[in-house]
Every structure is written in C-alpha cells, then in structure tokens.
C-alpha cells in the first residue's frame, strides 16, 4: 500500500518561511520522480516544483523560482519543499506526489496540507 503523507503546513505571516516535508511508503522511493502541486481556491492545481530520481533534475515554476527549494533524502524516503519569503499568493493546499522515473504521469498522492500566508 502505497502512502504519501504531507507535514509542515500552517498559518504564517507574509516574508515568513515553512518547510513541507513528504513521508512515502509502499514505494520504491529512489526509483521516483517527486513532485510538489499545489491549488488554490477556484483555482486548477499546478506543479510548484519537481525532483528527479537521483535529485540532478529540478523543476520550479516561475512564480517560486528564488524562493522555494526542493530537495529529497531517498535513505529517509522524504521529500522536502523549503518556502521562504511566502507571499499570500501563496496560500493553497500542497499535495507531494509520484511518478516512476520513466512514466510521463504522477500516480500517487498524498492527502495534501493547507498553507496559509497571510498579509
């Protein structure tokens, strides 16, 4: 059984910083690619950052790039998202997620945590 559980979430003030961590089991954790969605209210849920296998490809969407880091340490199967200087644009619920290294769609998820910035 294949679990993804996302912790770090909750209310900070804007400029402020949170660290996401990502718990995964019932994987082969350095066989995937990790990702780090997130979705807004009224909004579609969008890639915020992606991680390969080995961690020697990153991905940030523009809005993040400067401020959020994304990292993973596959001997703890943890993924890892740092967001310093969080602007209230921001604030949606973050999803980690995972795909094996040689497939195009992301197939697990996990239940998501809210994070919230306020002005």
């Known amino acids: 059984q294949v679990q993804l559980v996302e912790s770090g979430g909750g209310l900070v003030q804007a400029g402020g910083s949170l660290r996401l961590s990502c718990a995964a089991s019932?994987?082969?954790?350095?066989?995937?690619?990790m990702g780090w969605y997130r979705q807004a209210p009224g909004k579609e849920r969008e890639l915020v950052a992606s991680?390969?296998?080995?961690?020697?490809?990153?991905y940030y969407t523009d809005s993040v790039k400067g401020r959020f880091t994304i990292s993973r340490d596959n001997a703890k199967n943890t993924l890892y998202l740092q967001m310093n200087s969080l602007k209230p644009e921001d604030t949606a619920v973050y999803y980690c997620?995972?795909?094996?290294?040689?497939?195009?769609?992301?197939?697990?998820w996990g239940q998501g945590t809210q994070v919230t910035v306020s002005s």
């Open positions: 991680i390969s296998a080995s961690s020697s490809t990153l």
């Open positions: 019932g994987i082969t954790f350095g066989n995937y690619t």
């Open positions: 997620a995972a795909r094996y290294y040689r497939a195009s769609s992301y197939v697990y």
